[in-house]
């Protein structure tokens, strides 16, 4: 081998250089992703409060956590606001994706005004919102003005309905999303069946129903997918629409991490309810790419 | 052409939806050029009887965001300071690892691939206690800088995911063939690849930004007075507790968060909507 070092030198670069190129994003990934994964995974086994502490306290704080009744209020909220919203995004987006596949003039038109709160931030979704769903100015003062005095919609000042504005305004800046990700799909779909399928007589709700929907399921899957992960993420709406409250009443895991970690100087618990939602959005994400990413490989 | 009853039901639906969507944006552009008791006396659905600008005017230079009453321009100016370098950053390194993952490919690499697309969907929350120490240690807490940092690390995963899925389709033939010419790595990336690399660079670009500019997460954890971006200075004008609530300038200021972005949208809304259809990971 050493009679030929130019050569050997040459190929060695040539399967070294590439993977120098990559190896710093690699780094950064391998550190800032899973090296704090880590971190925080041993901090949630610790007894840090108000700054990282290392003494090791088993299970403790996520038996602590489980027994909070503000953890249990967050999971709760959690639960009602994601399955109503990927629930509802999934419907309103494929009803507004079927509807548009109909060759409607304008499509181009209507398509970016149901797409276009998407590239807002949440922050501006929230403030709007806010002050829309306000009974001392928005829609209830409105319909005041309007002469229909007993129309009462205070929900965002309710306790008990205030989650469910969170889910109006989220609906609101998602579904366009998860419209145009089915519109997508039903583009893909062969016209060619269809017409067989018409010309057999099947009748045009027969035609979505057995042949078109069952063909969206990717479709459906990305959807699912990524409404899920942004319903266990959202943190920046929930702050903006009604700050965790009225009291507690819209807390939900990712203000909870944050008020516990930062505020409430239980650093220890705060770590076990980001593990909590790691796991939650792992449980989801990771068979999708696992069988995304399969037929990938070598 | 006459219009079927099922037709007309059918485009009135699709209208009712556009009010939907329009309706927000309709309410935030009225009550900003409206004066504020106007607002408060049960008009917010109504067109101005007075229009005015001073709202606007409140909003950017004089309200009263942090301790000092600046206006929202500063934050505007650190987010555009933010954006710019974190997006070009992510993007150069994401069409390099986008380049060695498909055309130098080596063993393992789809699994290292898969890592690093994990990191796009890790929730945040599970970084930010280690961050904020690591920023403290670099010495780039409350910096511009350090949100520039956090954006670049955790935008990586994004941008490497969009080049790699549009390089795997770009024929590793003539990556070959230049190869043989003697043409080296680099050579062939900034002479083969780069130039056409341009749908698949705007979609990033649009991405990123759209991203950066709307974090709030990051920006309220390892900011401060200094370097807040107008995410976080818009909440805390919105929050604010002090004094009359001016709802007219908060929504001012709510437009000119979302102007940048909507603006993108608008000129390339093509591009902004492939960059969301490739949250499915394959594109």
Partial sequence: MAAHPAPSARARLRVLLPRLVLSPSLALVAFFVYGFIAFTTYLSFSDSKMLPSYGWVGFQNYETLFSLRMWDIAVTNLAIFGILYIVICSFLGLMLAILLDQHIRAEGFIRTVYLYPMALSFIVTGVAWKWFLDPGIGLEAVMHDWGWTSFEFRWIKDRDMAIYTIVIAAVWQTSGFVMATFLAGLRGIDSEMLKAARVDGAGTFAVYRRIVIPQLRPAFLSAFVVLAHMAIKSYDLVVALTNGGPGNATAVPSTFMYSYTFTRNQMGIGAASAEIMLLTIAAVIIPYLWSELKEDKR | ?283
């Fill in chain 2, 1 to 283: 052409m006459t219009l079927r009853p099922a037709r007309i039901l059918l485009y009135a639906i699709l209208g009712l939806f556009c009010l939907y969507y329009l309706l927000p944006l309709y309410v935030m552009l009225v009550n900003s050029v409206k004066p504020l008791q106007e607002i408060t006396s049960g008009g917010m659905m109504e067109l101005p009887q007075v229009w005015t600008l001073a709202p606007w005017h409140n909003a950017w230079s004089q309200a009263q965001v942090g301790v000092e009453a600046t206006g929202l321009k500063p934050y505007f100016l650190n987010s555009l300071l933010m954006v710019v370098p974190a997006v070009t950053i992510a993007t150069v390194l994401g069409a390099l690892n986008g380049y060695v993952l498909t055309k130098w490919r080596f063993r393992g690499d789809t699994i290292l691939f898969g890592l690093m697309l994990f990191g796009c969907f890790i929730p945040f929350q599970i970084v930010l206690i280690p961050m904020a120490r690591s920023l403290g240690f670099l010495n780039l807490s409350g910096t511009v800088g350090g949100l520039i940092f956090v954006h670049v690390v955790y935008g990586i995963s994004f941008s490497t995911l969009y080049f790699r899925n549009y390089y795997s389709a770009f024929p590793t033939e003539l990556v070959r063939a230049a190869e043989i010419d003697g043409a080296g790595f680099f050579t062939i990336f900034w002479r083969i690849l780069v130039p056409n690399s341009g749908p698949i660079a705007v979609v990033c670009v649009i991405w990123l930004f759209t991203n950066i500019w709307n974090d709030f997460l990051f920006g309220a954890s390892f900011s401060d007075f200094s370097s807040q971006p107008m995410t976080v200075a818009l909440n805390n004008l919105v929050q604010s507790s002090t004094g009359e609530k001016e709802y007219n300038v908060h929504f001012a200021g709510a437009i000119m968060a979302a102007l940048p972005t909507l603006f993108v949208y608008i000129v390339a809304g093509r591009f902004f909507v492939r960059g969301l259809m490739s949250g499915s990971v394959k594109g």
